[in-house]
């Protein structure tokens, strides 16, 4: 069995791909072993996908080896971007079943699911463009020597995604990637496995030979595990924990000292000061923290507000937060659906009793929404000081932890007082203000009256133990080519 019939509440009857994507077809593992995917919202199985061992991270690869040394180094450049945009395409032909696929699997509200489904056709068709734009440069040394340089692929690349933006990943991950000529193993993560096999089906139509995508689902001890310490895998490209990333790391040295490039974690400040648009900031805080149920890498989750505002900012963010509708990730107007997993939710839940037992206060929030799914109420902490485990450690959940400051040397001290550097948002009506937090901060993104603003044209990554590398934009492409010299004699010997 390598597919099933599933259902969405929104789009209906749909092929659910379910075997591992090698070679441009969909197969069982090669121990026949399977694993059940849950539906977040009401707590059952969805579907069994196939789960992929060492045996199968080893075909894989080989797939990919022999495509990058035969077919995929004879494609043009150009080709390969036109192989991007139609993937692109057919993303877009499909936006609606692989959006309600993405909600029933994860949990997102479904208005989020098409926003992202949007964003990863915008991501394939950008590096679609970059494809023929890959260039070296002639390097003048001296008259009798001629220079150049090539930007040559890594080769093969094992990349391991996390379940908070299953499809948004997988794209962030293959179009630069493939752009690049290179030639990609995906692992996705064990709770969101769906999407990523449904928009694997469109790969073949889009004209990309096989080998050249490979999409396997299993666990990350087994194949992820699998994949970073592999001989034959060139570059591993991971976003995940910081705990993992460390791991990742760790295989990649031990084994072939493959590339490396980690998005890890994150514990952003967003900072509002007294002379903040004081409603737009509201908003901007509110969608920082609780966008996508607070499961996102570079959430706000420290809320560092000025003490002139502070009990008025406070009072009229909780509000806000329980205006986000929670409930039915299918329902139109669903701000908030649960979160992905049983553990997920004890995770947070154990927070959240902390942050409770250490005295901060909870301003709302702070308990399961409803009996049925992993849904919490978006949790507002405040009175939060710097040596509580909410304000230090990422909780990667609906919980915001607020703390009052005075001045902007004390916020800029307290806003980098982290072993993360993600990303940092600042509020003000003065520029002069915006600029020098921002010139300040020790993060990789940081937003100015807004927040989450990521786009595929953008640099994203951390600095600090928030990652190595950075995603998206033009800077992705220098993560995976590597840069060649050529240098040619053109007069007599001279040794
Ligand atoms: P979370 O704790 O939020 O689930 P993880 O960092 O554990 O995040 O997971 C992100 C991705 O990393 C998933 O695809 C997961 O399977 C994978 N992963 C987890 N552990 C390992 C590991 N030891 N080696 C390689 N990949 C792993």
Known sequence: MVSTQNHTPSTGKYTQPTGLFINNEFVNSVDGKTFETINPATEEVICSVSEATEKDVDIAVAAARKAYETVWRKVTPEDRGKMLVNLANLIEKNADTLAAVESLDNGKAIGMAKADVGMVAGCLRYYGGWADKIEGKVIDTNPDTFTYTRQEPIGVCGQIIPWNFPLLMWAWKIGPAIATGNV???KTAEQTPLSGLVAASLIKEAGFPPGVINIISGFGKVAGAALSSHMDVDKIAFTGST?????????????????????????SPNIVFNDADIENAISWVNFGIFFNHGQCCCAGSRVYVQSGIYDKFVERFKARALANKVGDPFAADTFQGPQVSQLQFDRIMGYISEGKKEGATVVTGGERHGDKGYFIQPTIFSNVTEDMKIMQEEVFGPVCSISKFETEEEVIATGNNSTYGLAAAVHTTNLNTALRVANNIRAGTVWVNCYNMLHHQIPFGGFKESGIGR????????NYTQCKSVSIRLGDAIF
Do not use: C, F
């Open 184 to 186: 990609v193993v995906i």
């Open 243 to 267: 705990v993992v990333g460390r791991m990742i790391m760790k295989a990649a040295a031990g084994s072939n000292l493959k590339k490396v490039t980690l998005e890890l974690g994150g514990k």
């Open 471 to 478: 995603e998206l934009g033009e800077a992705a492409l220098s």
